[in-house]
């Protein structure tokens, strides 16, 4: 089945050590996003990619990067993580053809230590 | 700007019993307003989409959704819940990026 693959489920990092979050899909999709959920909140937009073309949302930290080598794989960065980055990452794909319908992995829970 | 709003944190509901879900946006065109479902320590899952054309949408789970565009809502419905409906529910609408709501997060008892 085409989807959304997001590894590791879970991981900890340590105050300050950088750590890199993945996403892949099988939908062939040319836009990949990342969000943002804290809990108990609704999901916050961080960046998007339109095939290489990268989007950044104005209020996302500059501790946070991102990367796509490919159509397949979108790559999060923190390059410090702190305390108050512990969430829940989600990555969505969507496609062409005018839909926007997004697509979403099962997340990764990102804890700092 | 475009804005979603949830005005239910939290709904218990009656296994069995029907359901509705409130949403309001604020968007100056017509929106492409969508119901995600999201269960504890996983991604959304898209219910159901409105785009245009027939204001009453069906998804996905035996949930619907109706378009009024003179309330500015687009609320989700079930006739009747099941346990595994438990979960957190957002609504969102898009223009160039899907604005969340929320969220309301529901409970089903037995």
């Known amino acids: 089945d085409a989807m959304v693959i997001q590894n590791p489920r879970y991981q900890v990092t340590q105050f300050g050590k950088p750590v890199t979050l993945s996403c892949s899909q099988t939908?062939?999709?040319?836009?990949m996003y990342w969000y943002q959920q804290k809990s108990s909140q609704a999901p916050k937009l961080l960046f998007h990619y339109y095939d290489k073309d990268f989007n950044n949302e104005a209020d996302t930290p500059d501790n946070f990067q991102s990367r796509r080598p490919n159509t397949s794989f979108c790559f999060l960065d923190i390059r410090s993580p702190g305390l108050g980055d512990a969430a829940m990452y989600l990555c969505?794909?969507?496609?062409?053809?005018?839909?926007?319908?997004?697509?979403f992995g099962p997340g990764t829970r990102l804890t700092v230590t | 700007a475009q804005s979603v709003t949830q005005p239910d944190i939290h709904i218990t509901v009656s296994e069995g019993a029907s359901l509705e879900l409130r949403c309001n946006y604020s968007y100056g065109a017509t929106p492409y307003l969508f119901w995600y479902v999201q269960s504890p320590g996983q991604g959304l899952q898209l219910l159901l989409k409105y785009f245009s054309g027939d204001t009453l949408v069906q998804g996905i789970k035996g949930f619907e959704a109706e378009f009024k565009r003179s309330q500015s809502s687009f609320n989700l419905r079930k006739p009747s819940v099941h346990w595994s409906d438990a979960a957190e529910y957002f609504c969102?609408?898009?223009?160039?990026?899907?604005?969340f709501g929320t969220g309301t997060r529901l409970t089903i008892i037995p």
């Open positions: 969102a609408v898009e223009n160039e990026k899907l604005t």
């Open positions: 939908l062939n999709h040319n836009v």
């Open positions: 969505a794909t969507s496609g062409n053809g005018g839909s926007y319908e997004q697509y």
